[in-house]
């Protein structure tokens, strides 16, 4: 797998957590532990497409 499609695979992830959290956030049954997990792993997403982006 290239670098660059690896990069997207990671954006594809993240923009589907993104949509995860999103309806999270929306649903009064979603745990606050369960939303910020999802926000750790976007971030540990975005760092990672960030450092090999550049």
Known sequence: M???SHVEEL???HQVLS???EKA???PGASTMEITE???EKL???EEISRLSH
Do not use: C, E, P, T
């Open 25 to 27: 956030q929306r649903s």
């Open 38 to 40: 999802m926000k750790r």
């Open 19 to 21: 949509d995860a959290v």
């Open 2 to 4: 290239s670098v660059a």
């Open 11 to 13: 954006r594809r992830k």
């Open 44 to 46: 540990r997403l975005k």
